[in-house]
């Protein structure tokens, strides 16, 4: 099964494994992982999923949907790498995968 590394703002780590086919929100809160809320389920309409993906995984997470893109609009402290992370579906090519989250959601 592949694994994510979620790092908090303090820098605290939460490495976890997951079966692929599960977005990473899914995944975050399933395991307790503090900072991800995932409001709305995974519909793309709440941004309390937020999270920062890490540079050297960019270019091989699917790239954002124009909804994804709209609803990040309204999200606090947008960067180049924030991402809704129900919007990324965990497959093995992720393994390893690093997201950081926000210090806040809302
Ligand atoms: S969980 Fe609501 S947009 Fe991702």
Same mark, same amino acid.
């Given at each position: 099964m592949?694994? !994510?590394l979620f790092i908090d703002h303090t820098g605290k780590e939460y490495r976890?494994?997951?079966?692929? /086919?599960k977005n990473v929100m899914q995944i975050a809160t399933e395991n307790m992982v503090p900072g991800i809320l995932g409001d709305c389920g /995974?519909?793309? +309409?709440c941004a309390t999923c937020h999270g920062y993906v890490d540079p050297a995984w960019l270019d091989k997470v699917d790239p954002k949907s124009e909804a994804e893109? *709209? *609803? =990040?609009?309204g999200a =606090?402290?947008?960067? +180049?790498?924030s991402r809704l992370t129900?919007? %990324? %579906? &965990?497959? $093995?090519? &992720? $393994? /390893? =995968?690093?997201?950081? =989250?926000?210090? +806040?959601? !809302?």
């Open positions: 592949p694994n !994510i976890v494994q997951a079966e692929a /086919g /995974g519909a793309c +309409s893109e *709209m *609803m =990040l609009d =606090l402290n947008v960067e +180049s790498n129900c919007q %990324i %579906i &965990l497959t $093995d090519a &992720l $393994d /390893g =995968l690093v997201v950081r =989250l926000p210090a +806040s959601q !809302i």
